[in-house]
């Protein structure tokens, strides 16, 4: 298949986790390394269509700073394969602990599907819960699908809420819709809440801007919010667990030609 064609194929793709997006779009974007000019086109598309998948952004800024398009597009993807964060934060969580999590988020769930001594409280954002709650009931753990409107009684006495980012930034992240309000009643309530940063989503202030910037008209509307680092105790990332206040991360340098508006 031609790069190009590739690449619409992954843009028509729908909802793809950014693990796939990111070992799809490397593939293509690697055929791409002997046009620079025709590589950041591709990239400012693809970012357009995924504007809020931070590992996008990570490899699309990668790509574009390295005098090695290819090798440095699939270093990305081997190093976003063998990252650690779902581990981290199966870990770390108390032996028995009651969890909370929205919808179906790619890393967390992924890590507690490995702890089967925890009660799962899985909250049904966008219909998505019982998928998620039936795939980690079938690996032992117990699991308890909540609607919506349970969210602050599930969360008030939970002992750690999981809010995963699809993109972070030095001051905020964005997640799944209902994480500014998961958050905000653990912070109310002292429940630990921790932010799962999987690598590559921790991206530079002017990207995490754009990103951001495609969920602020009609926020309402959107699957997805921006939440302040402040209503976290905790972020877990790649290289483990660490408190939230002060954090700093980015996973990328800023290639300023991908803030253009795409062509």
């Known amino acids: 298949m031609h790069p ?4 619409r194929y992954v843009a028509r793709a729908g909802d793809l986790s950014q693990d796939v997006l990111v070992r799809e779009a490397a593939s293509a974007l690697g055929a791409l390394a002997s046009d620079p000019l025709e590589l950041v086109t591709v990239c400012r598309r693809i970012l357009d269509k995924y504007p809020i998948a931070g590992a996008l952004w990570s490899m699309a800024a990668r790509v574009c700073t390295s005098a090695q398009p290819y090798r440095a597009a699939q270093e990305f993807a081997s190093e ?3 990252e650690a964060t779902a581990d981290h934060a199966a ?10 999590l929205l919808g179906w988020p790619d890393i967390a769930a992924d890590g507690l599907g490995r702890r089967s001594d925890i009660d799962v409280r899985i909250i049904d954002a966008f219909g998505e819960g019982a998928g998620l709650a039936r795939r980690l009931a079938g690996n032992g753990c117990e699991v308890t699908d909540v609607p919506l409107a349970g969210l602050a009684a599930a969360c008030s006495n939970a002992d750690v809420i999981l809010v995963e980012a699809a993109a972070a930034g030095p001051d905020a992240v964005i997640a799944a819709g209902g994480s500014h309000a998961a958050a905000a009643v653990g912070y109310t309530s002292s429940t630990e809440v921790w932010c799962v940063v999987g690598w590559g989503r921790a ?3 002017q990207f995490f801007d754009a990103a951001a910037a495609s969920v602020a008209d009609e926020p309402w509307d959107c699957d997805e919010e921006v939440v302040p680092l402040g209503l976290f105790s905790q972020v877990v990332g790649p290289g483990g667990i660490e408190p939230a206040a002060g954090w700093q991360r980015a996973d990328c340098p800023l ?8 062509i």
């Open 4 to 7: 190009m064609e590739h690449l």
């Open 80 to 82: 976003m394969r063998a």
């Open 91 to 100: 870990d770390a969580l108390p032996d028995g602990a009651a969890v909370c």
């Open 203 to 205: 991206l530079p202030q």
């Open 255 to 262: 290639a300023a030609e991908l803030l253009r508006p795409p």
